[in-house]
């Protein structure tokens, strides 16, 4: 049976909240996800979180009674609290109904499989958590394999990150890595690596794109660093008609990711 807990300074309302911090996540190596249709998609993918905090006037939902019965029978804790306390959690004015807690995925390199599909997502020095959430839900819409964040990044399992991914950062597989480790890593076995660049006068619907593609957007101010452009097998640019002379960094990438699933769609 669910534990109640109404108080805010219990322990575990305490040390959940401080996932809300990077170095806490890293500490414990846990994260936060919130709202049903999150957490039911997670659910989907084989995935439970460790802790189930639910609205206490939410108990009875069919969804938060099935994942409190697959929690506890997976040997997690589900836990009734109130919406103050979900608030206090979420840092949001109006929280979810739900929220779990789980254990962050591998990240390295070498779990990643990447004869598992035809398209990977690479993103080189990306700070916003929109754009990542935007990243790995055009994954998810193309059958990508997953999203590699390349150097120094905006972290994947922020609360941000993981609510603007909606429910993608579960069925997409999620590496980081040194560029200095990357490029030798995609060297050893097959892929092709396509850089979007606006230094190309290459329109990138000419090109055939060869499988395993890796798509690689650089930083949203910076765009890829010349010595990563030049390390591509390709350099690919969208034609830009009007006065803006960039696209949104996540917006390329679904742009580019949608050119080359069409080339293999029947």
Known sequence: MP???TAFSNPLIKRVRNLREKRHRREEGLFLAEGLRILAEA??????PEYLFFAADSAQHPIVRRLTAAVEAQGGEAVETSRDILHKLSGKDNPQVVLG???????SLSAID??????????QAMRDPGNLGTMLRTGDAVGAGGLILIDDTVDPFSVEAVRASMGALFTQRIAQARWDDFLPWLRSGPGQLVGLSLDTSEDYRRPSYAAPTFLMVGNEAQGLPADYAAACDLRVKIPMLGKADSLNAAISCAVMAYQ??????P
């Open 3 to 5: 534990r109640e807990i």
């Open 43 to 48: 659910e989907e993918t084989g995935v439970l």
């Open 101 to 107: 807690v789980y254990r962050q995925f591998d990240t």
């Open 114 to 123: 990447r004869s598992a599909s035809g398209i990977w997502l690479v993103a």
């Open 260 to 265: 080359v699933l069409g080339q293999r769609l």
